[in-house]
């Protein structure tokens, strides 16, 4: 997932006055329209606006050990309609066609994140939320979660600190989006012959574009990508792509990420943190460095060997497929999902884009609709609004027994030029019970128009986890709503969610949705599917596992004498395929750019608490009861609690990892 709401977010927005101040708001909210040139004069004119308020909230005379409530309230109130304007922002510089209005989105980012520090260095601001005492667990955890947001901005630090904190995050912004630009806006496309393009299918080929010379020209985003590496029988014309796809970023994406390290290394110094890592990791559920390094290192010992045994497994079946000996069956970097798609079509007889024809693309969203619905109770209902392109979607997302509107969906499927490349959701706005504010999550796709192969299925609930988190949430404060969340478990639910792309139970009832018809899922294909999933596992998570340790790796040195490629080759050297020479993966890690950085760990740590609180469901994923519970329990409660705490209050018991070692080896029923 995309996790971008800034801290900012998390604090929400009222006119100035103690009292009762509670407003209906029940009706339908949509995202605003931008225009470029617009942007400028209404992202000064919002903080402007915020900045008022706060000084007016600055001078309320609070005594110590004051009512946190109300006080709680006002500071969210201020923050949340300032997210109705820096929500959409934030979106649109990910997403909109046009480039001259994600640029003007990203420079009105800077200037929302330089007055986040602001904020959260103002020790008048501080102090008012000081006072307060909370007589409530839900106050007590929102109290704590803003004063951690003005500590961990230096509130405390002296101005000189303060000073040089402001500059570093300043420049830290503005080196994240200049990165993330590189990958999503690099015009590049590689030119391949029609013999290079042979084992692909038609379909895939029609898609193309040609040039002059009758060659094929082909770019960085996924649909294009990963189907040529699966299936593509030029070893060379693999190589040529992985070693460039890797190399997306540029060179000057590695000179950012190594200025970005190291501004990262002296912020923990400003707080007396022997690295970054110490710093960010202390408000998780981790807690620390130490943590994560053991739990990487348990998953490694386990996967390691399955990995090796993998490649092995694929050596052998190549030298069989090409009848040569077995030393001289090499497995590559770029020749991996090219065997190993070969090897899941003659072994379990899989053909991942003949998969296409059994999940069509809109009966597979037809379907996430209906099973979503029958297991919390809800409706989604098409509404014509005012979108950024005309392929988006947009949905009112009902509960059906009181016939509530509970938020709204926005669905972005298929790419096109400038769009954000990958799959995410954003939480876009937060909601909240106490002025009856309404959640909108944005989920942007990048999906083949006519279907999905079954990975590509996994991700689609995966993210429609996401957005259901948010649009479920039914939190008092909008900045405890939806994904609001330690960052080592946001990705849970989502995951939990997967399973739902896996059984019969669900998956054979995709084709009711069909139109024209499909082929149906039945027994024999889910059991290839298993098959299938757990051939990769070695080879999926110990991947998993080396993006996490290099992400430790960066975070938790010294990183002034940290060179970002040389961890990574020494880290990938060490892997069954080892590293490719001219390859640069660091220079499109998205995720340690885009706010995961401490945090790759997350999504195996998460997937433990998934397994674990899918275990609830037992042999009926679609038991309405407990949707209901585990709706209640998790998915309402946004991060008003703790993320073991809402576990336990799931399970009835503390969480365990028995499931997820099972998972990792195929072990798992």
């Given amino acids: 997932m995309k996790m971008k709401r800034f801290k900012l977010c998390a604090l929400c927005m009222l006119s100035i006055g103690l009292g009762q101040w509670a407003y209906a708001q029940s009706e339908r909210s949509t995202l605003p329209k931008f225009q470029a040139k617009d942007i400028p004069a209404q992202c000064d004119a919002k903080i402007a606006d915020v900045k008022s308020k706060l000084a007016e909230f600055a001078k309320i005379k609070l005594k ?15 923050f949340a309609e300032f997210e109705d304007f820096y929500g959409p922002i934030n979106l649109m510089s ?29 020790a008048k601001l501080y ?9 409530n667990e839900i106050d007590s955890k929102y109290r704590q979660d803003i004063l951690d947001g003005f500590e961990d901005t230096g509130v405390q630090l002296s101005a000189e600190k303060q000073a040089r904190l402001k500059v570093i995050l300043d420049e830290l912004t503005k080196i994240q989006q200049e990165y993330a630009r590189n990958i999503r806006d690099n015009p590049e496309k ?18 193309l574009k040609k040039n002059e010379k009758g060659n094929y020209l082909l770019g960085f985003d996924y649909p294009e990508y990963r189907p040529f590496m699966e299936l593509a029988d030029s070893d060379d014309a693999r190589k040529r792509y992985q070693i460039a796809y890797t190399r997306r970023g540029t060179e000057k994406n590695l000179v950012l990420l190594k200025q970005a390290i190291d501004l990262r290394y002296e912020l923990a110094q400003l707080f007396g943190k022997t690295s970054y890592a110490d710093w960010a990791l202390k408000n998780r559920m981790a807690q620390n460095p130490e943590t994560v390094n053991k739990f990487l290192k348990d998953v490694h010992n386990t996967v390691a060997p399955l990995e090796q045994k993998e490649v092995q497994t694929l050596r052998e079946f190549k030298a069989k497929t090409l009848n040569i000996p077995v030393e001289k069956a090499e497995i590559n970097r770029w020749s991996e999902a090219y065997w190993s798609e070969k090897l899941r079509q003659d072994k379990y007889k899989i053909d991942q884009e003949k ?26 209902k098409p509404a014509k609004v005012d979108v950024w392109q005309d392929e988006v979607e947009y949905y009112d997302v009902i509960d059906k027994q009181t016939g509530q509107l509970l938020g709204g969906l926005y669905m972005d499927k298929f790419p096109r030029e400038g ?19 309404k959640p909108i999550s944005a989920l942007v796709t990048n999906f083949n128009r006519k279907g999905l192969n079954s990975d590509e299925l996994e991700t689609f609930v995966h993210e429609f986890g996401h957005a259901l988190h948010g649009i479920l949430s039914n939190t008092r404060y909008a900045s405890q709503s939806g994904t ?38 039945d027994d024999e294909l889910i059991a290839k599917l298993k098959a299938v999933k757990n051939y990769g596992r070695g080879l999926f998570y110990s991947r998993q596992t080396l993006y996490a340790q290099y992400d430790m790796a960066l975070h938790t040195a010294n990183a002034l004498k940290t060179q970002p490629m040389d961890v990574w080759k020494n880290l990938e050297a060490q892997t069954a395929l080892g590293y490719v020479p001219t390859t640069e993966f660091p220079g499109q890690f998205g995720h340690i750019m885009g706010g995961y950085q401490v945090g790759y760990y997350g999504y195996m740590w998460s997937e433990v608490l998934a397994l674990d609180m899918l275990s609830a469901f037992g042999d009926n994923l679609n038991n309405p009861e407990v949707g209901a519970r585990y709706r209640k329990t998790i998915l309402s409660q946004g991060g008003q609690k703790k993320a073991e705490q809402l576990v336990v209050d799931f399970l009835g018991r503390a969480p365990d990892n028995k499931a997820f070692f099972q998972e990792i080896t195929g072990q798992r029923n």
């Fill in 94 to 122: 990910n997403v909109d066609p046009d480039a001259a209005l994600r640029k003007a989105a990203e420079d009105c980012e800077v200037k929302i994140s330089q007055f986040q520090t602001e904020v959260y260095q103002d």
């Fill in 127 to 135: 102090q008012q939320i000081k006072k307060t005492k909370a007589n």
């Fill in 190 to 207: 590689l030119e391949f012959t029609p013999a290079e393009l042979k084992g692909l299918p038609e379909s895939y080929i029609a898609n």
């Fill in 419 to 437: 769009k954000y490349g990958h799959a995410a959701v954003w939480g876009v706005r937060g909601g909240s019970t106490l002025t009856q504010r």
């Fill in 484 to 521: 609001s969340v330690e960052r080592d478990f946001v990705e849970a639910p989502s995951q939990m969610y997967e399973e739902w792309a896996r059984r019969k139970e669900t998956l054979s009832t995709l084709a009711d949705y069909c139109k024209p018809a499909c082929p149906r899922i």
């Fill in 355 to 380: 998969m296409r024809e059994y999940f069509p693309t809109q009966a597979s969203q037809d379907w996430l609709f209906a099973i979503s619905s029958q297991l919390y109770g809800i409706e989604f």
């Fill in 64 to 78: 110590n050990n004051a009512p946190a409530g109300n006080v709680l309230a006002k500071w969210d109130q201020i």
